[in-house]
Each structure stands twice: as C-alpha cells, then as structure tokens.
C-alpha cells in the first residue's frame, strides 16, 4: 500500500509506519517501485509472507496538495490485487512542525466477495524526528456488518534518525482497535540505505492468545521524477 510520496512505499511495505503522507517540495509528478520479501501492513502480512511487487504515480504540488495511486499483489482473503487512491495536504506549521491529512481509499477488484474495500481519513503531525499518526475508518463495502464511519482506529508514534553513514534508523509503535479490525499492538524496528530496508515486525493481539511470531522484511524501492 502506497503510504506516502517518496519514502513511505518502503514503510508500507514494511508495516513499519502508520499512515503520513508528506507532499513534496517540488510540484509534478513521480513514479515509484518496490519489491519485499514480505508485504507487512500494521504488522499484518498482506501476502501471506510472499514476495509482493508494487509501485505508483504520484502529483505533488508546490501548495502542498497531494493525489496518486499505487498498486500491488495481495493474497489475503479472495483477492490477488490491492489498489489504493488518496489525496491530501501537508505542509508546515512552523519552522519545528509539520502537518498532514489526507484521505485514503484501499480496493481489492478482483474480489469476488466485493466487501473487502474500505476508506480511511487520516492526519498526523511530525517534530524532531517523531510522528503522532491518527487513521479512522471512513466507510466499508461490508458496512452493513457494522462496519461504520469511526468502527476502527490505527494510532502511531514513530521516531527516525540518521546515522553518520547516512543510513536512517526508524523505530515504530502502533494500535489498531475497533469493530472493523483485529485488536493489536504492533512494534518495529528499521534500517535504511540507497534505497534497501532491512527490519523486523512484531504483532501482540490484545486477546493475548495469539501473538504473531517475530517477522524479519528486506525491500528495495525507487522514485523516479516524471
């Protein structure tokens, strides 16, 4: 899943990060592609630990709007394909904070169920190299199951470093709760350079009966100016 215009293609990847979109600085339009050894998203596999391809097209403007989409295989459920849409607006509040919401559509179209879509708003703000993350589910294809506007909630807090060999480190804390999810709490820890990741995920559901095993990613993604 497509999380944010130049970095987050590997986070998502990675279930690294909760959902921050970041417009770029530079208006026009990019391309990005990635491939992982495990489509991790909120620390739940998407793929069922195999190999996942994706990429998309983005538009950033210089007022800080953003749209794109992005594309993957998937293999939970009945679906093979998951394809995002999402616009937004991000920018900075002052010279120490950043802000960014936005609006996140998730479908699955060759699901013959046809109730596995759904939306999200989110919002997040970043300083000194942590980010506050808030997603809320919008609507749902299965809504009439009681999935409803504000039925899930997917709360994070994330903190990046840079090294002095220009790797970064990213250290990730997240919650998901709601009618429309499976209770969890999920940690990671991540490095990145030239375009590779490396981490490892972990994923506690709150019933405490079946926690995930430690989970181990690698990926490799590129952004291309279009």
């Known amino acids: 899943m497509k999380k944010t215009i130049t970095t987050m293609v590997i986070t998502s990847l990675l279930s690294a990060s909760a959902i921050s979109f970041q417009a770029s600085a530079t208006e ?23 190999v996942a391809i994706s990429g998309g097209i983005d538009y950033a403007a210089s007022s800080g ?8 295989n998937a293999s939970w459920g009945d679906m093979k394909t998951e394809l995002d849409l999402y616009l937004g607006f991000g920018g900075d509040i002052n010279a120490n904070f950043s802000y960014d919401v936005g609006y996140i559509y998730f479908a699955y179209p060759d699901s013959i169920a046809d109730k596995n879509a759904f939306s999200e708003i989110y919002a997040s703000i970043s300083t000194g190299g942590f980010t506050f993350g808030l997603a ?10 009681g999935a ?8 994070n807090i994330d903190y990046a470093l840079t090294l002095a060999n220009d790797a970064e480190v990213a250290f990730h804390l997240g919650n998901y709760s709601g009618d429309f999810s499976t209770d ?10 030239d375009g590779f990741t490396f981490g490892v995920s972990k994923t506690d559901y709150d019933d405490g009966m079946d926690s995930d095993d430690m989970k181990f990613y690698l990926a490799y993604s590129i952004d291309i100016d279009l």
Do not use: H, M, P
């Open 65 to 72: 709007f953003y749209a794109g989409t992005w594309v993957s």
């Open 136 to 145: 809320v589910l919008a609507d749902s294809e299965g809504g009439g199951d």
């Open 184 to 193: 969890s709490t999920d940690i990671g820890v991540s490095i990145s350079k």
């Open 148 to 155: 409803e506007f504000g039925d899930s909630l997917y709360a």
């Open 28 to 50: 026009g339009l990019s391309a990005n592609f990635a491939a992982t050894n495990n489509y991790l998203w909120r620390g739940l596999e998407q793929t069922g630990g195999d």
